[in-house]
């Protein structure tokens, strides 16, 4: 019973109440990417856009954009929860609310935010709810926080065509993924950034459905 209910723990929002209190100052993190040593926290060029995109572990997330041409920069981080600024410790609780995400800022003159979802969708499977592979739990969960109406309006859009795309290749379960725009994001820890690239034999964790979506 014990094993039962700590994994509907970790399968259920917390309610405010129940959250870790979490801190009054940010973590810290580190300064720089270790791969194109541009600054995580900015500045940013002129003209360039953000998003943050949840797709499971972050660690394999952040390698599929920070190889994408037009993304300035990438950084994982903490999003969509209760707890200010968690450590990575807390958010694996399930009680602090927060998804493990990537956060892209990209050049929109080089690459286009349906490029960007294009990849976002066909590099996990965000049908699974509360999970991705064997990674279980609200940590998890496939999402997209936005940073404008244009960008929110051009993800529903994309959900709509890509869970279209599911359907006409026999796959029969529906997207999940939580579309919403951004809020309190948390940079996570120094260990945590760019940790493939540290790390080159490390964890991925991310498994396509194998659909392909068609962009406009």
Same mark, same amino acid.
């Given at each position: 019973?014990?094993?039962?209910?700590?994994?509907n723990k970790k399968t259920?929002?917390?309610?405010?109440?129940?959250?870790?209190?979490?801190?009054?100052?940010?973590?810290?993190?580190?300064?720089?990417?270790?791969?194109?040593?541009?600054?995580?926290?900015?500045?940013?060029?002129? *003209?360039?856009k953000t998003v943050l995109?949840?797709?499971?572990?972050?660690?394999?997330?952040?390698?599929?954009?920070?190889?994408?041409?037009? /993304?300035?920069?990438?950084?994982?981080?903490?999003?969509?929860?209760?707890?200010?600024?968690p450590t990575y410790q807390?958010?694996?609780? %399930?009680?602090?609310?927060?998804?493990?995400?990537?956060?892209?800022?990209?050049?929109?003159?080089?690459?286009?935010?349906?490029?960007?979802?294009? /990849?976002?969708?066909?590099?996990?499977?965000?049908?699974?709810?509360?999970?991705?592979?064997?990674?279980?739990?609200?940590?998890?969960?496939?999402?997209?926080?936005?940073?404008?109406?244009?960008?929110?309006?051009?993800?529903?859009?994309?959900?709509?065509?890509?869970?279209?795309?599911?359907? *006409?290749?026999?796959?029969?379960?529906?997207?999940?993924?939580?579309?919403?725009?951004?809020?309190?994001?948390?940079?996570?820890?120094?260990?945590?950034?760019?940790?493939?690239?540290?790390?080159? *034999?490390?964890?991925?964790?991310?498994? %396509?459905?194998?659909?392909?979506?068609?962009? %406009?």
């Amino acid at each position: 019973m014990f094993l039962i209910d700590m994994f509907n723990k970790k399968t259920e929002m917390p309610r405010p109440q129940d959250a870790l209190p979490g801190r009054a100052e940010p973590i810290a993190t580190s300064e720089a990417h270790f791969v194109n040593g541009r600054p995580l926290k900015g500045p940013y060029p002129a *003209g360039a856009k953000t998003v943050l995109l949840g797709m499971g572990c972050f660690w394999g997330a952040e390698r599929v954009f920070w190889q994408m041409p037009g /993304v300035w920069v990438t950084a994982v981080g903490y999003a969509g929860g209760i707890t200010p600024n968690p450590t990575y410790q807390e958010t694996t609780t %399930g009680l602090t609310g927060h998804a493990e995400v990537v956060f892209v800022a990209y050049d929109p003159g080089i690459v286009s935010f349906a490029q960007i979802l294009k /990849v976002f969708f066909e590099a996990h499977d965000p049908t699974q709810g509360m999970r991705q592979g064997n990674d279980i739990g609200t940590t998890y969960r496939s999402a997209i926080y936005t940073s404008d109406a244009e960008q929110l309006a051009a993800a529903r859009a994309m959900r709509d065509a890509f869970q279209a795309a599911l359907e *006409g290749a026999g796959h029969g379960g529906r997207i999940t993924t939580e579309i919403a725009p951004v809020g309190a994001f948390y940079f996570a820890e120094a260990a945590h950034q760019q940790y493939l690239a540290k790390n080159p *034999g490390g964890y991925c964790g991310l498994r %396509g459905t194998g659909v392909s979506c068609a962009i %406009g």
